[in-house]
Structures are given as structure tokens and as C-alpha cells.
């Protein structure tokens, strides 16, 4: 298993994004997922990350297996949620055992797959894993998201913590680049321990995600705008909700 980008700043973003998001896309996990797979149906999380919606399934009675690439942030999860079955597995060769109800794949997951040809093996390996009827919903973000990267610094200032972050977009090559730079208060008041990684996204155009969804065999393939199912501020920028069912 390769290193992932997340490892060296797996507690910055399990402090720092982590509890933002699902707050903002309740509603259209609600109206996608929810409402569509009764709990205890299995749900594969795909990309868990430090388990923020994998606990969220948990909490609502669903049996949940969750596999992300990143140790560091599968070992916070693990932490938080010993009930759950979570593996630090890159999904562009998923092995899990299925059949799921459910696939989840939140908070742009699928963007950070870097190839055409990735995202149609993580399709793929989805479909295989799900049962006839099996629902998969999952958001990326589309160009309009990443234009909004203004190549600023975002400053998060903690009780002993300092986050910085700022996304980069090259409309060329469609690569996003986010750079995370994390100082943390260790032991004495001014001894500070920094941790830095660039995490890199790809956008793609919402005509190639639904032919690859269908080249995979996916059927009953939806498109949604964030904003049209209510997910406010920035998350909802950009961002669409896909929902298709095997
Ligand atoms: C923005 S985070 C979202 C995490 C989680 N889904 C959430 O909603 O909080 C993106 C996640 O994708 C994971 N990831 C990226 N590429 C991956 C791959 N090839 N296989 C598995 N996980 C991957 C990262 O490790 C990270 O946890």
C-alpha cells in the first residue's frame, strides 16, 4: 500500500473539515441515500476517510464497512468507531466481500481519483460489490466548484493548533492542488511541531463521470446540483450529487 497524501495531515483534516460537511449535505443524503436503503441495510463507505459519515451510518442502525487509502486517518476512525469494520484499502482495486445494499462516497472522494481509467475501475469494482438494486450515490465537484480557488491562504486558528490552506486550479490540465500546512503546540508552550502535504484532486466533466457510471453497467443514473437539494454555503458551490443503482 502506497502512502497517502492525507497521512501526514490526518489530524488536521479530522479537526479541521471533518465536522463541516455533513451538516451542509444532510439534505441530499436524506433525499438520495436515506430515504432510498432502510437501515440495517450494509453500506460500503467508499473513501471513509477519519470516519465522520461512516459513523453518521453507524449511528442510524446501518451495518457499515468503510476502506480509504489513508492509514493515518483510517487508525482516527478505527478510534472512534470500534464497531465498524474499516480497512485501509485503495479503491481503485476494491476487495471487499459484499453483496452491500449501499455505496457512499461523500465530501468529493471520487475527485481525488486521478485518471479516467481509475474512476472507471472504482465504478467497476462498486457495481461488483453491490447487490441486484444495490444503490450508489456519491458527490464530486465540477469545474465551478474548483474556480473557486483563489489561491489565497485560509487561516484556522486553534487553542494549540494553526491550520493553513489554499487550493490551486489549473483550468489546463483540470488538476486541483490543495495545500495543507498544519503547526501544532507540542510538550512546552514554544516548541511547534509542522506538518505539510498537497493533496491533489482532478476535475472532470459531468458527461465522463455518467459514461463512466455507464460503461460500469450502472442503471437508473441521476444528476443533481448540490444546490438544488439544499446543501448550502461552499459545500454546495460546485458540487453534484450522482445517484445510480446496479
Ligand atoms: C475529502 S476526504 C473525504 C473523506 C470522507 N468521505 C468524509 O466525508 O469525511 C477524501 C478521502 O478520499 C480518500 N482517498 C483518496 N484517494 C483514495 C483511493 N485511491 N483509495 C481510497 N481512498 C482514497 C482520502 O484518503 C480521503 O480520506
Redesign the pocket.
Known amino acids: 500500500m502506497t502512502e ?3 497521512d501526514e495531515v490526518a489530524a488536521m ?1 479530522h479537526a479541521l ?2 465536522n463541516s ?2 451538516p451542509a449535505a444532510l439534505p441530499a443524503l436524506e433525499r438520495l441515500f436515506y430515504c432510498r436503503l432502510a437501515p440495517p441495510a450494509h453500506v460500503l ?9 461512516t459513523s453518521d451510518l453507524v449511528k442510524r442502525g446501518y451495518r457499515v464497512t468503510g ?4 492509514a493515518a ?1 483510517i487508525e482516527i476512525a478505527r478510534r472512534e468507531l470500534p464497531q465498524a469494520d474499516l480497512r485501509v ?4 482495486r476494491l476487495e471487499v466481500e459484499g453483496p452491500y445494499g449501499g455505496a457512499l ?5 471520487l475527485n ?2 486521478l485518471s479516467l481509467e ?1 474512476l472507471h475501475a ?1 465504478f467497476s469494482g462498486v457495481y461488483e460489490a453491490l447487490g441486484p438494486g444495490g444503490l450508489f450515490v456519491f458527490d464530486m465537484n465540477l469545474e465551478e466548484a474548483y474556480s473557486l480557488d483563489l489561491h489565497q491562504w485560509l487561516v484556522n486558528i486553534g487553542h494549540n493548533s494553526v491550520g493553513l490552506s489554499r487550493g490551486l486550479y489549473d483550468p489546463v490540465t483540470h488538476m486541483a492542488h490543495t495545500e495543507l500546512i498544519w503547526f501544532t503546540q507540542t510538550g512546552s508552550q514554544d516548541c511547534w511541531q509542522r506538518r505539510q502535504s498537497i493533496v491533489e484532486e482532478r476535475c472532470y466533466e459531468k458527461q465522463d463521470i455518467v459514461q463512466a457510471l455507464q460503461f460500469a453497467w450502472f442503471r437508473s443514473i441521476e444528476v443533481h446540483p448540490a444546490v438544488e437539494l439544499s446543501v448550502e454555503s461552499e459545500f454546495g458551490h460546485g458540487r453534484y450529487f450522482f445517484s445510480a443503482r446496479r
Not at 463507505?45 to 459519515?53: F, I, Q, T
Not at 462516497?105 to 472522494?109: A, G, L, P, Q
Request: charged share 15%; aromatic share 14%.
Open positions: 497517502s497524501s492525507y483534516y473539515w471533518a460537511y455533513i463507505d467508499v473513501c471513509c476517510g477519519s470516519g465522520h459519515v476502506v480509504d487509502s489513508s486517518l484499502q485503495d479503491v481503485r462516497s461523500t465530501f468529493d472522494s481525488h481519483i481509475d472504482v
